[in-house]
């Protein structure tokens, strides 16, 4: 079938838009309730097809996801070629298309964006797509085919999937030497690699895994038959089709913001046993463990990242390419500021804004790149450098040999297109089996600063303008002048204000040696927030505590 505007018209007077909504194209794609994303995601597949004609008919991924929001959320997102994040300048081309108000606008905007761009239409066009588990999926992955058809291109349905499996399946599709293109090569490719990582090494019991209720469920019980009694997983929170369930009080999300464990797991948690949760489209992991008093311990994105990138600095000596590459380090603000001072002591780190393609942009320029969000959102990036060096070095010695075995399979264990909660939790369980460390000896690295995480509600989130990836506010004035002498007054004190990407509210940071600090100093900074924002002073307290 062929590009025709005719046929584009008669399957968008299907999908009209609603006339009270706005769209953006934000950090993770357009996120609001699903039952408002129809004609958004129709539009979706048109705008897929478009990119993969301008992109020499390479196949272009989409995920009808909304991650760890409620269940009655959901979302889009687009994925590039090489099985990245879509490129920021086509984000706005997203956001018009989804705005035009009928389908002669949308027409209108759809033939701007060909001249434009000088998209050849005659070209055939591959859509990859998948969704997770929420009850609106299907309708709009119905609407997303539509959107594919319109545009007269190819699509290929991956099913109920998780995020990071839709990010692979676009890059082997693009890229043969990346491995096989179906969900069966994505884990045979990870788990052949872990298998021989772990070979001979001792194993532990059982690793508990929190599912967050959602398709991570179903992509944790194939990985399960994979790993066979390599790695015993236990899975938890696995009810996808229980309504409400997606997400409540259980996933990565809820670990990492109420610093506790899931309810649903007291008690099958045991001391000293690892646990991790996956979020609600599984490209998050959060790690935890009860310590020997009983006390809940969590290890974040942060700590991963600390763990991974030692092991793989160790890797690169003991393989003797100490000096040919260079391991570096990508944070955001919200890494706490022990690791940034552990890290900073041993490796390159950069910090950038919040949002993943600013990370993994950032982590292309090192020769092997690890980025992680605290949230635990995070891979390590292998650049073709790199890869080519590991190809052709000539080891020494048997142990470096081994080394360099090593480092190639962690190319093949990892998922170098986005945060995989599946690879990540095999990657640090791989590091954890060499080192024989248990939660305890990881955790002990280093000790987290106690840190406060504030939403602020405020009448307009734009006039919160920062700069120094986002660790500075440059407007309202004044402000950021007033935080800084505020936080002087604090042991080991940090703070920063910044405007949230995807929720109305401007979220804030503190960090302190203290718990007792870290509160205080988040909830000084937060009412400073909404004294600027001209809030209401009677309801001050309760916005944020
Ligand atoms: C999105 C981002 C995530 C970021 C979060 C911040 C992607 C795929 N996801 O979920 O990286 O941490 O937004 O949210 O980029 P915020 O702007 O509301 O704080
Ligand atoms: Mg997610």
Redesign the pocket.
Known sequence: MSFAYENIATFSDRHPKPTYYQYQY????FRTLGDRLDSVVFRVGILAALRSMKHNSHAIGVMITA??NPEQDNGV?LIDPRGE?LEASWEVHATTMANARSTEELIEVIQHIVDLLNIDTTRPAVVIYGRDTRPTGESLVAALQDGIQAAGARGRDAGITTTPVVHYLVRATNSKDYGEATEAGYFTKMTDAYKKLVAGRPKISSLLVDCANGVGTMAAEKLKEYLGDTLPIILENTSTTTPGALNHACGADYVKTMQRLPPSLNGKLTPTQRGCSLDGDA?RLMYFYIDEKRQFRMLDGDKIATLVAAFIVDLVKASGLQGQIRVGIVQ?A?ANGASTKYLTQRLPVKCVP????H?HHAAESFDIGVYF?A?G?GTVLFSRNTQEILENHEPNTPAQQTALNHIINLTKLINQT?GDALSDMLLVEVVLAHKSYSGIEWDSLYTDLPNRLVKVVVGDRNAFVTTDAERRLVSPPTLQQRIDELVLKYDGGRAFV??????D?V?VYAEASTRAQADDLAFRVAGMVYDESGGDSTKRPKEFI
């Open positions: 934000g950090t993770a794609g991650s760890h997102k994040m490209d955001t919200y919040t949002g993943v393609k990370l969000e949230n959102h986005v910044r405007p949230s990407g995807t929720e509210v979220r």
